[in-house]
């Protein structure tokens, strides 16, 4: 039996090491990329206990997690999963629960983010669910939610809140502190919540959520480096019953300190000008001293954490139409294929364009000038 039992736990890690690998291989480095893992719900974690997919991966419940997530494409708003909060039950005062997450990278402090998710329930209880960001593992907080005060209530994204039992949108946009490292959702009310769900059999009064995702505003603000790293070791946290509960016992009076790091990436942009000079004359072979050029800049390139580069030829207005538009493209590949025999990045993203004569930077009726329009500018995106 025990046998058997590591040949499954065997398995299984190899199929978490598959997934967190497959959501790096998949994820890019895009602004859009949520700082929240999971946020669907559909990745299934397999606990410590049971060893069933009981709860989703990413985020742990206060209360049991049986009751709480649910794998049931009709009620959720999108894919096959969502999960619930208790915000009150009719036969005890103040019974509540909460659900929580880490995020993958730190928030930068001053900068803006939005939240955004959906929500519903069937009685008309949504104002009083709000959203707490700590700097601490909220699971290990000693003080009932309805003494604490939310970082905010949600609010709809349009209008009010509808009155009825219909998915409906939560938009929140904010300013970070810079010390978030847990959100957590629950009923942070001072009223309680009680009396008569007017469900038959059902004496809780439950909130459900789906398609949770924090993102920043500034879309040069994207994922950390090492979030591939955070990523797992979230997915990695498998206690959800008895032994999660034995956890907080034992760590109530002496939370861990667990701080997000790094903070997200900003996107460095920097400029560089390859001028016609050192291009053959009307082709777009590169001369020696447009060759050594690339050398010195590939050098120092090698240094830095590139996300991608951007070619674009230009052109002056003499000439055809077509003979131009094929000259400003010949220019960017020559100048492509030469940064990637000096980069050695197999990896690496080069987005060549050619814009011919459409975008002068100086008067095309002046020699100086057409000059000056004959160029090759490169944009180079990088992280901090």
Not at 76 to 93: D, L, T, W
Not at 172 to 192: C, H, M, P, Q, V
Not at 222 to 232: D, E, I, T, V
Not at 342 to 359: E, F, N, Q, S, V
Request: charged share 25%; aromatic share 12%; hydrophobic share 40%.
């Amino acid at each position: 039996m025990l046998k058997q039992y590591n040949q499954l736990h065997c398995v299984y890690l190899l199929m978490r090491f598959l997934l967190v690998l497959s959501l790096v291989a998949t994820s890019t480095f895009s602004f859009s990329q949520s700082l929240l893992p999971n946020g669907g719900f559909e990745d299934e974690n397999i606990c410590l206990e049971y060893h069933v997919n009981c709860a989703p991966e990413g985020w742990i419940s206060s209360g049991d997690a049986f009751a709480n997530y649910f794998k049931d494409s009709r009620r959720a708003f999108k894919g096959e999963h969502c999960v619930a909060i208790e915000a009150g039950f009719s036969r005890r005062a103040f019974q509540r629960t909460f659900i929580r997450a880490r995020l993958i990278c730190g928030l930068r402090k001053g900068h803006q983010y939005k939240l955004e998710f959906y929500v519903k329930s069937i009685q008309p209880i949504l104002d009083s669910i709000g959203v707490l960001f700590t700097s601490f593992d909220f699971l290990f907080g000693q003080k009932k939610l309805q003494n604490i005060t939310p970082s905010f209530f949600v609010r709809p994204a349009n209008g009010a809140f509808v009155k009825d039992s219909s998915w409906q949108k939560v938009s929140i946009s904010f300013i970070a502190n810079g010390d978030e490292s847990f959100i957590s959702l629950a009923n942070f009310s001072k009223r309680d919540i009680n009396g008569e769900t007017n469900i038959y059999m059902e004496k809780h009064f439950f909130v459900y959520f789906d398609e949770i995702s924090l993102t920043p505003l500034d879309r040069k603000e994207s994922l950390c480096f090492g979030w591939q790293r955070n990523l797992q070791l979230i997915y990695e946290q498998d206690e959800r019953h008895e032994f999660l509960r034995q956890a907080i016992r034992q760590n109530k009076s002496d939370p861990p300190t667990v701080l997000v790091r790094p903070f997200t990436s900003m996107e460095v942009t920097d400029t560089l000008i390859v001028p016609d000079v050192l291009f053959a004359t009307a082709k777009s072979e590169l001369r020696v001293d447009g060759n050594r050029m690339l050398d010195s800049v590939c050098l120092k390139l090698r240094t830095k954490r590139i996300d991608s580069i951007v070619v674009e030829g230009h052109t002056d207005n003499t000439g055809t139409i077509q003979g131009n538009e094929q000259l400003a493209v010949d220019r960017a590949l020559s100048v492509e294929s030469a940064i990637r025999q000096r980069m050695l990045m197999p990896a690496l993203i080069i987005i060549t364009r050619g814009w011919a004569d459409r975008k002068p930077v100086a008067d095309n009726s002046t020699p100086a000038g057409r000059q000056l329009n004959r160029r090759v500018e490169l944009y180079i995106y990088m992280k901090e």
